[in-house]
């Protein structure tokens, strides 16, 4: 991976021979549509290693699986033991390095392309602007496997590996965004006042209390329920509300025959405008084309 003019890098490269580093050469359909590999690799260093930059166009993921590092970024130091997993964005400065006296083996993949910046970006959010998360030390063998699929992809080329690259990019994205919502599991695993909320919620479709009466419900503060909502569902409690109330809507539109001021009143989107002005906005449509666009359709 070249760097640009503009940008700035320093490094001390110490790794043993057991390292390797692989920098595929992605063709012109997936620089312009896919996600695609820089630079990929699996370094077991030694003291002394560091790397310092800024201003590269590219996302950086690193998986800590022996020894201990450290990661300077965003005026804070992060400690990378087994188990830590770092994401930054590559264009801030930072700085990642061995610790005095220890080893530090990781394997890291450089990754641009398609919406990889907006899955960063929910990360970025969801992870309260931290860059480092730590993994459940059970599951760290099989994120080193993930890891190592996609490091390996990259000794293949053509259009077919490609498409694999990024696919593989999309399940990690994927995977680490599920850890930090809490739902890496089978089940969705939401924090109880969320769930309390949402039981509220559920029952009082037509309306008739508020944020307030939310966090009375879930035993905690309106800034906590807020900032666990946008944490775990990426939306806050009343925007979730809206959600649950036009999906109620749009089963009404589609299985009785209603009246739109009837729907509204029973979803608690009233007047009858707003419950169309919110239609225009998420579906695009009004209420009563989307009847009709979903008559008898099952």
């Not at 398609?114 to 480092?132: C, I, L, M, T, W």
């Not at 309306?207 to 966090?215: F, P, Q, R, S, V």
Request: aromatic share 10%; with cysteine.
């Amino acid at each position: 991976m070249s760097l640009p003019e503009h940008a700035f890098e320093r490094v001390t490269l110490k790794w043993n021979e057991a390292s390797s580093r692989l920098t595929p050469t992605p063709g012109l359909f997936a620089r312009e549509n896919l996600l695609y590999v820089q630079e990929a690799g699996y370094f077991e260093t030694e003291p002394g290693y560091l790397t310092e930059r800024r201003d590269l166009d590219s996302l950086l993921l690193i998986l800590t699986v022996q020894g201990q590092g450290q990661l300077t970024c965003r005026g804070h130091v992060w400690p990378l033991a087994r188990g830590s997993l770092m994401w930054i964005d590559c264009r801030e400065p930072h700085l990642y390095e061995s610790m005095p006296g220890a080893a530090w083996t990781f394997y890291w993949i450089h990754f641009t392309g398609a919406n990889s910046r907006a899955y960063h970006r929910q990360f970025d959010e969801k992870a309260d602007g931290q860059p480092v998360i730590q993994l459940d030390p059970q599951e760290v063998q099989d994120w080193a496997e993930l890891f190592g699929r996609l490091i390996h992809q990259q000794k293949s080329h053509g259009y077919q590996s490609e498409l694999r690259t990024a696919q593989l990019l999309v399940d990690l994205m994927t995977r680490v965004l599920l850890h930090e919502t809490g739902q890496a599991g089978t089940l969705p695993n939401l924090h109880p006042a969320v769930t309390a909320a949402i039981q509220l919620m559920e029952e009082h479709l037509s309306g008739g209390i508020g944020l307030n009466d939310l966090a009375q419900f879930a035993k905690v503060s309106r800034y906590y329920l807020i900032k666990l909502f946008v944490r775990q569902t990426g939306l806050t409690p009343m925007a979730f509300w809206q959600q649950i109330r036009l999906s109620e809507a749009k089963r009404l539109l589609h299985q009785t025959d209603w009246t739109i001021e009837r729907i509204g009143d029973a979803v608690g989107l009233v007047p009858a405008s707003h419950l169309i002005a919110v239609f225009r906005r998420v579906e695009q449509i009004t209420p009563g084309q989307y009847r009709k666009r979903w008559f008898n359709r099952g």
